[in-house]
């Protein structure tokens, strides 16, 4: 992967970035190690500016001598910093990329990061792991998700959501931020693969609990609602076969 060919997962974002994002978009990439997603979107004229933040000093390193190196520095600040503090008002950033990291880092980024939400930007959020908990801080702050797809990339599947601001948009329910109010919606052949894969291993995780000598219960009835959801859902796809 570099600045002009991004990875399919990046790609996705990028092109997701365009397809929401406003006329002039001004993004703030966050955890931008190697500044390639900002960069890729310059290069192609896609965005007006950016800013690429990054709060490990390596990759920050790396960002800034990617930028250099693509002659962007008049479009691409890099800075240094955790999370959304990067984020200065005069940047008037109008949307916010979060990629490559759990869901739970994510929805700890954009809850420090609160002040900088507040003119409500579009968030394209990239989680590896742990969905359900970014779904469920988006929806209890006032963003509806507009866009889900799942992506797969070196035999792995991500899940990419794009997030608006929207006062008044109805809540959503556990199952939904679970397996996404979209996503479960439009389901098909990679949503399928998802919730067999995550079906077969909470398959795994309830045998090892109930072969415990006192079984979690609590965790137990965690466990069977999920396969509930999961179970029903799959369904769904077959009858669509
Ligand atoms: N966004 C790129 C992508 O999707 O390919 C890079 C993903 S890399 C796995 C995650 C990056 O996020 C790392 O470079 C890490 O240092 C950075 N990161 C983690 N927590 C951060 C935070 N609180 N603020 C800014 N960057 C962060």
Known sequence: MNSQQLSRRLATVA???CQYGATDIRLADIGSD???LPCHLALNQK???????EVVKGPYQSAQAEV???GLDSIIQVRLGDGLAVIQADDAINVISICGMGGSLIRSI?????DKLSHGPLLVLQPNIGEATLRSWLSQHDFQIVHETIVEDSQRLYEIIVAQH???APALMPRQAYLGPILSQIRGPLYKQKWAREE???K???AQIQAAPQPDQAKLAEIAEKLGWIADSLSQCQEEE
């Not at 954009?110 to 609160?114: E, F, K, S, T």
């Open 15 to 17: 092109d997701l970035i």
């Open 110 to 114: 954009l809850d420090a990061g609160q």
């Open 34 to 36: 190697h500044a390639y």
């Open 166 to 168: 929207q006062p008044g």
């Open 200 to 202: 077969a291993n909470l």
């Open 47 to 53: 965005i007006q500016a950016a800013v690429a933040g």
């Open 68 to 70: 250099k190196s693509q």
């Open 204 to 206: 795994a995780i309830q």
